[in-house]
Nanobody
Framework: QVQLVESGGGLAQPGGSLRLSCAAS????????MNWYRQGPGKQRELVAR???????NYADSVQGRFIISRDNAMNRVSLQMNSLKSEDTAVYYC?????????WGQGTQVTVSS
């Protein structure tokens, strides 16, 4: 079992920045993926960014160049730095941990981008 606790999020103006963090605890395997997903109003949940335990990153085209995912393996923590925010980034953001045994999700944190 893995527990995920997210923090950050809130309200930002267009063009602004926010930072999300997610702390994982429990049965953490050395080889894993840590991911950020989001679900906007009336939309399906989508992958925003992923980072492997080796530090390889992948981003959705919609956030490439604006968001940065990073992780601290010693602390089992992943962060998402969100810059140049747009109204379409408004969503509930979820942290997801994945290894060979399965996947676990955080409770989600709301990000609202509005003037």
């Amino acid at each position: 079992q893995v527990q995920l606790v997210e923090s950050g999020g809130g309200l930002a103006q267009p063009g602004g920045s926010l930072r999300l963090s997610c702390a994982a605890s429990g049965s953490i395997f050395r080889v894993n993926f840590m991911n950020w997903y989001r679900q906007g109003p009336g939309k399906q949940r989508e992958l925003v960014a992923r980072v492997t335990s080796g530090g390889v990153t992948n981003y959705a085209d919609s956030v490439q160049g604006r968001f940065i995912i990073s992780r601290d393996n010693a602390m089992n923590r992943v962060s998402l730095q969100m810059n140049s925010l747009k109204s379409e980034d408004t969503a509930v953001y979820y942290c997801m941990y994945q290894d060979w045994t399965g996947e676990w999700w955080g409770q989600g944190t709301q990000v609202t981008v509005s003037s």
